[in-house]
């Protein structure tokens, strides 16, 4: 694949459906829309906001899977400096263990100063704040949400390091490391959304942030040496 062509396919295009989400998001009730399907007026809250399944598993358990298998993959790059059979793997294991740890903490650092409130915290859902879509300010004397985007999906969006850790190596295993990272993140995210935490553009810029370090990580970090390393394998 030629540069130009990886770069629109895996920045530009991903930026430009970001751009248009955010058009749709801004100019429908789609966020809200969704989120009543999960909200019970008459009881004025989120009925499976703590359920065992949503909180416990999906939750906790699901975002506990993906630090363990961020250990795992910090281990075998340590170990790859004593066990010669890692060695040609050190760059990669390197450059998944990042992702998986920038990824959470970029979107936990914007979360952090982001005004926006979780669906749960608005007035249209049995809460305290007014509800304002992605690029309207809060009004005056509104403290800030700090629930944008969601922390949760990110371990989970995080994984699509996978898809960029593999692409040189097995097409193949690189196409189910992108699915699987896009689903995972996504069932977490979804489960978020199921209690009232967020709203579905919540859980999307949380896919496009993962994405867009996993990408600026792969430049970074890994294209130059897998490059490198399947121009020797070609001329060997």
């Known amino acids: 694949m030629s540069r130009g062509r990886f770069l629109a396919l895996h920045l530009a295009l991903p930026l430009a459906l970001a751009a248009a989400l955010l058009v749709l998001f ?3 009730p789609l966020d809200t829309a969704i989120a009543d399907r999960f909200y019970d007026p008459i009881e004025r809250a989120f009925p499976l906001r ?3 399944l949503l909180e416990y598993v999906v939750h906790d358990a699901g975002k506990i899977v993906v630090i363990v298998f961020g250990v795992f993959v910090l281990g075998a790059f340590v170990a790859s400096f004593r066990r010669e059979r890692l060695r040609d793997w050190r760059s990669v294991l390197l450059y998944v263990f990042l992702v998986l740890a920038l990824g959470p903490m970029v979107t936990s650092g914007w979360k952090d100063i982001s005004p926006k409130h979780c669906p749960w915290d608005l007035e249209m859902y049995g ?3 007014p509800h304002t879509t992605l690029l309207e300010p809060l009004p005056e004397g509104v403290k800030r949400g700090r629930c944008f985007p969601c ?3 990110s371990g989970g969006f995080s994984l ?3 898809y960029f850790a ?3 190596r097995d097409r193949r295993l690189a196409r189910r490391g992108l699915w699987f990272g896009l ?3 996504a069932l977490l995210g979804f489960g978020r959304m199921l209690q009232g935490a967020h709203f579905l553009s919540h859980v999307l810029t949380t896919a496009l942030v993962c994405w867009l370090v996993a990408l600026a990580l792969y430049e970074l970090v890994l294209r130059r040496s897998e490059e490198a390393r399947l121009r020797a394998r070609s001329t060997a």
């Open 26 to 28: 801004e100019l429908t």
């Open 183 to 185: 689903g995972y993140g």
């Open 127 to 129: 809460g305290h704040a």
């Open 151 to 153: 922390g949760q999906a």
């Open 160 to 162: 699509v390091a996978l």
């Open 166 to 168: 593999l692409r040189l």
């Open 50 to 52: 703590n359920t065992f």
